[in-house]
């Protein structure tokens, strides 16, 4: 095999691969044109007459070659895996922020003032809210039973009206 057939191989090779440029082309055209075709490469003869011959005599369709679909579909696949990939990637960007674990207090920055004193001890303020608290849950008892005093004592009185009229019934 000659330096020129070695030279066609290679251009046969990237030409069947997609990567030769126009000028490359014709020179495989012009090359399989010839009548003195080493025989290692003849098989490829037909291809080319086709190429040049007869697929310019084939009418034109308006069908979409299966190469172009499949990397259409291929586009598309990987265009909703990176929308999926997004979608989970912005979940756990908000998921670990609303896990932080900030210590939050609500009773930071007030002051509470006291016999004339301003207390700003948190501590000190937690504790008095806690007893402020305490004193509300006992006045909020006492409110209870007082506005259920008179039911108490209408059952009473009623109870009574039965023993008064018992007695009356029985000959009291």
Do not use: C
């Amino acid at each position: 095999m000659t330096e020129k057939d070695k030279h066609i191989g290679d251009l046969l090779e990237r030409f069947f691969d997609g990567k030769t440029s126009n000028a490359e082309e014709r020179e495989l055209y012009s090359f399989f044109h010839k009548e003195d075709i080493p025989e290692e490469l003849q098989p490829y003869k037909p291809v080319f007459e086709y190429f040049e011959n007869d697929i310019k005599s084939e009418p034109v369709r308006n069908t979409i070659p299966a190469r172009i679909i499949k990397n259409n579909h291929r586009r598309k696949w990987l265009a909703i895996a990176a929308a999926a990939a997004s979608v989970l990637a912005l979940l756990l960007i908000k998921s670990l922020i609303m896990n932080r674990v900030d210590t939050f207090n609500p009773y930071e920055g007030s002051y509470i003032v006291k016999n004339r004193e301003k207390i700003e001890d948190l501590k000190m303020i937690e504790a008095e809210d806690r007893a402020i608290q305490l004193k509300m849950d006992m006045k909020e008892k006492e409110l209870a039973a007082i506005t259920h005093l008179p039911e108490k004592k209408l059952q009473e009185y009623s109870e009574m009206d039965r023993k008064i009229e018992n007695m009356i019934n029985s000959g009291l």
